[in-house]
């Protein structure tokens, strides 16, 4: 069984909205991180956020942010005031608390920001 | 910023034949990983390593042999290629726990077997 799922294959929103990007876990760990990563059309891939489970308070870096529902194994990207640079392919990822920082990825949702 | 170069850029190889594909970091991180990424899907890993001189299976390891001669040196190794390794390679490093957990993706390569 997959252990990050990500549901939406591709999402269009025009440019200044908002959008959320969807994710769902599955650990048996009681201390995992989440992650979430951007990769430009050039193939590079980024890190943008994370999360780790014991914090309650979501996480924001610059217009990202979290939705961290644990009780739902549920940690959606969101992103405020799209900009075209914007469009990418996003992953969620997870890292388990035993794991030694190898990290399971989702496959992936294509965000198209149009003007 | 953690830096993670990979060589080469593109590989276009023969079935059958031996490829290597390297890279190397700069951070000084004792994790490194290599993974595959296939047209419309997420990464998968291969193999990866723990420190110079130690290399572990990933979740799809068979086909490939890993090195890790150094710290800051990873290779990834086919010893015999088939059409069905064609793929775009990433190599990653990371390492630590609390806010330097996160890995750092190499360019990436992409690989081409006739």
């Known amino acids: 069984a997959q252990k990050v799922t990500q549901t939406q294959t591709s999402i269009s929103v025009v440019e200044k909205t908002t959008v959320t990007m969807d994710c769902v876990y599955e650990t048996r760990d009681s201390s995992y991180f989440l992650f979430w990563y951007k990769q430009t059309a050039s193939g590079e891939i980024v890190f943008l956020i994370r999360q780790d489970s014991y914090k309650k308070e979501n996480a924001t870096v610059g217009h990202y942010s979290l939705n961290f529902q644990k009780p739902k194994s549920s940690i959606g990207l969101i992103i405020t005031a799209t900009q075209i640079e914007d469009s990418a392919v996003y992953f969620c990822a997870m890292r388990e608390g035993d794991s030694n920082n190898r990290i399971f990825f989702g496959d992936g949702t294509q965000l198209v920001v149009k003007p | 910023e953690a830096a993670v170069t990979q060589s080469p850029r593109n590989k276009v190889a023969v079935t059958g034949g031996k490829v290597t594909l390297s890279c190397n970091q700069t951070?000084?991180?004792?994790?490194m990983y290599w993974y595959r990424q296939d047209t419309g899907h997420g990464l998968r890993l291969i193999h990866y390593s723990y420190g110079a001189g130690s290399t572990e299976k990933g979740d799809i390891p068979d086909g490939y042999k890993a090195s890790r001669p150094s710290q800051e040196n990873f290779s990834l190794i086919l010893e015999l290629a088939t059409p069905s390794q064609t793929s775009v390679y990433f190599c990653a490093s990371g390492d630590g726990w609390g806010d330097q957990d996160t890995q750092y993706f190499g360019p990436g390569t992409r690989l081409l077997v006739l």
């Open positions: 951070n000084n991180h004792n994790n």
